[in-house]
């Protein structure tokens, strides 16, 4: 990590009172449904994003999701609670995306793909993973808002847009201009906002899942699976999706289930 993206990140401001106390609520073993739900209700503006990420195309509802219990219940806690913190960390970021040639637009889209086919791929087989996978499918790629920042503030953007082209792929042009790539910034921002062991370290290693904790492993490889699905232009092709298929097989991950789901997606 780099001591002006490490300083960056600790100049970060505090995570809002609400999202502390989702997070209180999410870890609670004790919590249930409706202490999720009067949470939220707390928060009219916070309601009003989720209800729009709810009802987005990507998760196949053919009815209007429109009361935020009604999210839960469909969602559960986990989703919700993705939809919930996606929708505040976020606002704790200027966005200026423009070294990855990619609008404000396109990252926010690039995330709700990514976490769209990761809801609906994962819902069923590995509906217990969805409390870790749901927050790191939004939030994976918000390292990605440092590094852009650190490139325009060393005047890099030409050096890295060389990069990605020689190299062809982000994470490798990352390194090579600045030493650090997404996955480490993001797992190091949520490190920094304290949140549970097992979300950094899927972030951590969500390209090398094989050193992740064991018990992070298989969500470290969905969403690694995920994240080769959906390129950084939001756009699924033939070619992401064979690279995501050659993993499902390293993996040994459901392909029937992840075919569905990437129709659905696309």
Known sequence: MTDDILKKIKQLPPLPESAMQIEA????????????????EKDPLLTADILKAANSPLYGFSREINAINQAVGLFGMGT???????????????????????SNEMFSALSK??????????????????GILSPAAFLAEIGKVLIAQQIISDSKQEEFRD?????GDVEAAERK????????????VFKH????????????????????EEQDQRAAQILHVV??????????????????????VKYELDMPSYDKAIENAR
């Open 80 to 102: 919700v609670r993705g939809f919930a913190l996606a929708s505040i960390v976020k606002k704790s970021f200027p966005l200026d995306l423009s070294p990855y040639g990619i």
């Open 25 to 40: 609520v999410y870890q609670d073993p004790d919590s249930s449904f409706n202490d999720m739900v009067k949470i939220l």
């Open 163 to 167: 990069a990605l082209a020689e190299l």
């Open 113 to 130: 793909k990514q976490h769209g086919l990761m809801t609906s791929w994962c819902m069923r087989k590995e509906n217990k993973l969805l």
């Open 177 to 188: 201009v600045l030493g650090v790539d997404t996955p480490e910034v993001s797992a190091t």
């Open 227 to 248: 994240r080769a699905s959906v390129p950084i232009n939001g756009i699924i092709t033939d070619a992401s999706v064979d690279l995501a298929k050659k993993l499902l």
């Open 193 to 212: 906002w304290r949140f549970e062991e097992g979300l950094v370290d899927v972030i951590a290693n969500c390209q090398n899942p094989e050193k992740a």
